[in-house]
């Protein structure tokens, strides 16, 4: 008989990790608060982009994915994996989301039952605040009456090599029959789980890999900022320098950083390093500066080639090439294009956006989504690259337009100035 698992949040985590589930022979509950997320998915239409609507289609037609906002769907279940977003509030982690899943669930929850946490947040999190409230809502101690455990996630939208299956899933449990509940699991769902010795080290080892991010690309951010006052070409000099075969890896500049990784998942390491030990942790700190500050280069630059071509902000016609985070993606959260809108607004700018990625219900305000081709080119005073979908044709890009500026190195020629 085929397992029954609830996945609480069916974003961009939850929702491969529910369709991977039912493909492995599981009955999935997807379970999230957002009605208009659930009638999408309860109609075929997927909304993530590695997930297609006619993978969403087979999983419903299954009849073992019921994507759902009823708690009491979840009565009966055997595994519940908690996908919810982390934000950060001014600088503060906000768990709310990771609280109303545990008291939801743990209504629900009954001896032998294993819950999962795949959320980022900083060590310590699931024995301190989600296993606390699972035994206070259902009665159960942990361990012995129930499992618990925790697995960060490891997506990367967009990515056509790595994906939830292929990719190594690190897994910790509270005890050992935990511990084996979720390898178990795991191994059901991804090609190789890796096993860590406590709860706390697979929560921090998601806090090392985005933070190694984050660091690496303030440090390539920093270094382009100032290759461009001396003059040099930091695209080729980043070429260059990867060809070297050891101890080094390339990290590219941009306009930012975004998603729910980069900006948000090194802050919860230095807040917990702050809130226990007293100490700031300043690579974080300096990494959140400048790339926090990029988009503000961004609209500088753009500024200066206007000004160059005899043209204020104020009025310009600015085309921006992409609103998404990361390419190929129509993910929105923390874009840095968002700041660069918010910046180019203030000043007057008339703009236009073209991302094919992104819905047009998650524009920002103010701002008109436009298909990318020859006569909005043509009359944008300056065209941006911000995001380099590979649906974009930039051989047009630079062919049909006055200026572009571009932070992704996709484009060249006389009207084009790069980051």
């Known amino acids: 008989m085929a397992r029954r698992l609830v996945v609480i949040g ?9 369709l991977r589930a039912v493909d492995s022979g599981f009955h999935v509950v997807g379970l999230d608060s957002d009605e208009q997320r659930i009638k999408q998915l309860s109609g075929g239409d997927s909304y993530v982009d590695d997930i297609s609507s006619e993978q969403l289609a087979a999983a419903l037609g299954s009849g073992r994915y019921v994507p759902t906002c009823q708690d009491a769907d979840a009565t009966g279940f055997d595994i519940c994996v908690i996908t919810v977003p982390t934000p950060l509030r001014d600088g503060i982690p906000d768990l709310s989301h990771v609280q109303d899943a545990a008291r939801t669930i743990a209504r629900y929850l009954r ?21 606390p409230l699972l035994e206070e809502h259902s009665g159960l101690r942990a361990p012995g009456e129930f499992l618990l455990g925790y697995s960060p996630e490891r997506i990367d939208p967009g990515n056509p090599c790595w994906n939830l299956q292929n990719t190594p899933k690190i897994v910790a449990g509270l005890d050992n029959a935990s511990l084996a509940a979720v390898q178990d699991f795991y191994a059901r769902i991804v090609d190789k789980p890796i096993t860590v ?7 921090l080892i998601k806090l090392i890999e985005n933070t190694f991010r984050h660091v690496n690309i303030a440090l390539i951010n920093e270094i382009a900022i100032f290759a461009d006052q001396l003059g040099i070409d930091i695209w080729e000099a980043t070429e260059a320098a990867s060809t070297k075969p050891f101890g080094y890896l390339p990290f590219y500049p941009g306009p930012g950083v975004g998603g729910h990784c980069l900006p948000v998942d090194p802050s919860y390491l230095s807040w917990q390093v702050k809130r226990t030990l007293g100490h700031n942790f300043r690579f974080v700190e300096l990494a959140n500066d400048i790339n926090d500050h990029m988009p503000d280069h961004v609209v500088r630059r753009v500024t200066e080639g206007l000004n160059a071509r005899l043209k204020p902000v104020n009025g310009s016609r600015v085309l921006l090439l992409g609103l998404a985070y990361k390419k190929n993606t129509g993910d929105l959260r923390e874009s840095p294009a968002l700041a660069v809108v918010e910046a180019l607004r203030k000043l007057g700018a008339d703009l236009r956006a073209a991302d094919p990625h992104v819905e047009p219900m998650r524009v920002p305000p103010g701002i008109a989504l436009v298909p990318m081709e020859e006569k909005e080119l043509r009359a944008a005073d300056a065209v941006v690259v911000l995001t380099d979908h590979d649906a974009f044709d930039f051989e047009l890009v630079q062919r049909e337009s006055s200026y572009v500026f571009d932070t992704r190195n996709r484009c060249s020629g006389p009207v084009v100035e790069r980051l």
């Open 111 to 131: 001896p032998g039952c294993l819950v999962v946490l795949e959320s980022t947040t900083y060590p310590g999190t699931t024995e301190e605040l989600l296993l």
């Open 10 to 18: 069916q974003g961009y985590v939850g929702l491969p990790l529910a």
């Open 197 to 203: 010795s406590t709860l706390k080290v697979a929560e």
